[in-house]
C-alpha cells in the first residue's frame, strides 16, 4: 500500500484497503488484535480520502529531483504543539483547537490564507500584511 501513495496512487491506495478490510470481514485475518487492525485501517481510509488531493506522487518528484523531506513541517508541527500542550502553560489547547491552529499555519505557510480568506469575506482586500503574519 506504501508504494500506492509514495507514487501518489490514491485510487490503488484506497483498494488495496478495501481488499483488507474485505479479509477482515470474511475471517481470513483473525485474532485479538484484528479489531483494532479494522478500526485502524478504517482511521487510514478516511484520512486518505479527506486529503487525497494533497497527497503527492514522491516517485515523481525524486526522479525529477525534488526534496521530499518533511521534517521542516513535522519540527514546525511538534513545536507549535508541545508548547501548547504542556501542562505547567496556563493556557492548553484541545486536539481540536490544534488541529485547527495547524490549518491556518499550514495555509500561511503554503501563501493560501489571503485566498481563503476572500472567499469568505468578498470584502477582504487581501492588502493587510499583519493579517497573514498574525496567523
Not at 482511521?43 to 480520502?49: K, L, N
Not at 529531483?65 to 508548547?83: M, N, P, W, Y
Amino acid at each position: 500500500m506504501d508504494r500506492y501513495l509514495w507514487h501518489g496512487n490514491v485510487f490503488k491506495a484506497l483498494r488495496r484497503i478495501e481488499y483488507l478490510e474485505a479479509d477482515l470481514e470474511g475471517e481470513v485475518i483473525t485474532g485479538e488484535s484484528s479489531e483494532k487492525l479494522r478500526v485502524t485501517l478504517q482511521e487510514f481510509q478516511t484520512y486518505i480520502e479527506n486529503n487525497q488531493q494533497w497527497i503527492p506522487n514522491y516517485g515523481e518528484l525524486w526522479r525529477a529531483g525534488e526534496r521530499i523531506s518533511t521534517a521542516f513541517v513535522e519540527s514546525a508541527v511538534d513545536q507549535v504543539l508541545s508548547k501548547r500542550f504542556v501542562k505547567k502553560q496556563q493556557m492548553s489547547w484541545s486536539r481540536r483547537g490544534a488541529h485547527l491552529l495547524l490549518q491556518v499555519r499550514t495555509r500561511v505557510l503554503n501563501e493560501e490564507l489571503r485566498d481563503k480568506f476572500g472567499e469568505w469575506y468578498p470584502e477582504f482586500n487581501g492588502e493587510s500584511e499583519d493579517l497573514a503574519r498574525a496567523a
